[in-house]
């Protein structure tokens, strides 16, 4: 059983003194520093964050100015792939003229030459024909 004495009361009141002791030595300085670092890092992680929002800005501010450098690059890369083209198609056009002219050339010249050809055939066969007549009939035609 419990007695109600004098002891109880020097127990609770060292139970105090030592509740008062530790608040003061112990739980309000660590508090203090858990305060401390929390506030430390919560200012990192806000400082942290802002860092990683001036990154996306500068990021999209470079991806701006690149795309606005490039382009007048690549409406220069256009316009040359355009008046390339353009140029082949003159050149390819002009080729195909010339080879029309070379080829219509070619026919009449070749013509001609069937023409010579057929004519020296012709009396080549009427020369070999009268030979042949002289001959067969043994005598000159």
């Known amino acids: 059983m419990i007695d109600f004495n004098y ?41 942290a964050k802002s ?17 606005e450098q490039k382009r007048p690059l690549l409406q220069l890369k256009d316009s040359t792939i355009a008046e390339a083209h353009t140029t082949s ?12 002219e070379e080829l219509s050339r070619l026919k009449v010249e070749i013509e001609k030459e069937q023409k010579q050809v057929f004519d020296s055939l012709k009396m080549e066969v009427e020369r070999l024909s009268s030979e042949a007549a002289e001959k067969i009939m043994k005598r000159s035609i």
């Open 7 to 47: 002891t109880l009361l020097i127990q609770f009141v060292n139970l105090l003194i030592l509740l008062i002791l530790l608040n003061i030595f112990l739980f309000k300085p660590v508090l203090r520093v858990m305060n401390k670092r929390d506030g430390a890092i919560g200012g990192a992680l806000d400082r």
């Open 51 to 67: 860092l990683k929002k001036d990154v996306e800005d500068l990021e999209r501010q470079y991806d701006e100015k690149s795309m």
């Open 89 to 100: 198609m003159r050149i390819i056009e002009k080729a195909r003229e010339e080879l029309a």
